[in-house]
């Protein structure tokens, strides 16, 4: 099975997103962490399922929401969630 890792960035990231939801709306925050459990499990299952990011096709780039994509390293056994950020702000990923 394919292993996940996240780095700390991505992972102070999420956890930053999801209180500034959790602020506005527990259910909103669920909702977000739910999308998340789904494509990280479809991830599990289909390791090239996002297209390749243009600006570094070594990544992986996925929409999580309307405003928020997540990209990650895929490699033969495990990925690696580099970043979760928001789309509408400076990101190098953008």
Do not use: G
């Amino acid at each position: 099975m394919t292993s996940i890792h996240w780095t700390e960035t991505a992972k102070d990231d999420y956890l930053a997103i999801l209180k500034t939801l959790y602020e506005q709306s527990a259910d909103l925050a669920i909702a977000l962490d739910d999308k998340m459990e789904s494509l990280i499990s479809n991830l599990r299952q289909f390791r090239y399922l996002c297209p390749p990011s243009r600006k570094f096709p070594k990544f992986r780039r996925c929409i999580l929401t309307k405003n928020l994509a997540l990209v990650y390293e895929a490699s033969e056994d495990s990925l690696l969630i580099i970043s979760i950020f928001d789309t509408r702000a400076q990101h190098p990923f953008n």
